[in-house]
């Protein structure tokens, strides 16, 4: 580890596929337990992003740094970087013929080589930490939306990661589910896990985030905090976005 401010650094990332550029000379500084969302229209580089910096997605030029090392150097170990950079899906991406205690467990034992019985206890603490340990012996099938990505956060915390990345958690789930998981990362924010987290729950972004970045056609348009951007923005297009995502979801409210 080199001594930095930075937990996790990106300089100058583009993402091009084919000729469709995702985005462009992306730069991020995250300090250590910063929660920080990012928000912005649909098809603007905000999954991509996530998975560039969890190296699931190679990057076409730019840098990336866990705690001042270099994990877009050559001959960096990507599956030992993904130890330390938890990612939460959309969909889950349970293995369905595991209970919830297994698929906590699984990464545990195949890619840290715990010992069975180790595991196991760890992997009922993560789950009583986000509230399942009841449910530890439940099939994915035998589980509700809310409480089967519940087992996926339990699963990433499981491997101990210095930063959580979040790609819409909670846009799979029914509206009534959706309280249960945003709980789970309100905690784990107050525990200062530093978490980047893409989601359109602007209830969560205002209450939670440290910093607010607002994403479109690939840029970063703006950044700052949840006051600077939901009370003065100051470009049109946040101004712009923001407002129509209220209405929207105010329009939900309502029915």
């Known amino acids: 580890m080199i001594d930095t401010p930075y937990i996790l ?24 337990g910063e929660t920080i969302v990012i928000i912005g229209p649909s098809g603007t580089g905000k999954s991509t992003l ?48 595991l209970t919830a205690l297994g698929n906590v467990m699984i990464g545990l034992t195949k890619v840290k080589k715990m010992p069975p019985e180790k595991a196991k206890q760890k992997a009922l603490h993560e789950l009583e930490r986000v509230g399942l340990a009841d449910r530890a012996h ?13 087992v996926a956060i339990a699963r990433a915390l499981a491997m101990d990661p210095l930063v959580m990345l979040f790609d819409e958690p909670t846009s799979a ?47 970063i348009v703006e950044q700052g905090s949840p006051e600077d951007l939901f009370e003065r923005p100051q470009h049109a297009r946040t101004r712009e976005f923001l407002g129509k995502i209220s209405e929207l979801y105010g329009k939900k409210e309502k029915k």
Do not use: W
């Open 138 to 150: 439940h099939y994915p099938a035998q589980l509700s939306g809310g409480q089967q990505q519940r």
């Open 173 to 219: 789930l029914d509206p009534e589910l959706i309280g249960e998981v945003l709980g789970v990362m309100e905690q784990l924010a107050h525990e200062h896990m530093t978490m980047l987290v893409v989601t359109h729950e602007m209830g969560f972004a205002r209450e939670v985030a440290d910093r607010i970045i607002f994403m479109e056609k690939g840029s």
């Open 50 to 97: 996530l998975r560039c910096l969890n190296l699931l997605t190679p990057v076409n030029s730019g840098q990336i740094f866990l705690e001042g090392e270099e994990i877009t150097a050559h001959g960096v170990d990507h599956d030992q970087v993904r130890q330390k950079i938890g990612m939460v899906f959309q969909n889950f991406l349970l293995f369905n013929h």
């Open 9 to 32: 650094q990106a300089k100058n990332l583009t993402k091009i596929y084919g000729e469709n550029v995702i985005f462009k000379d992306i730069s991020l500084d995250v300090h250590k």
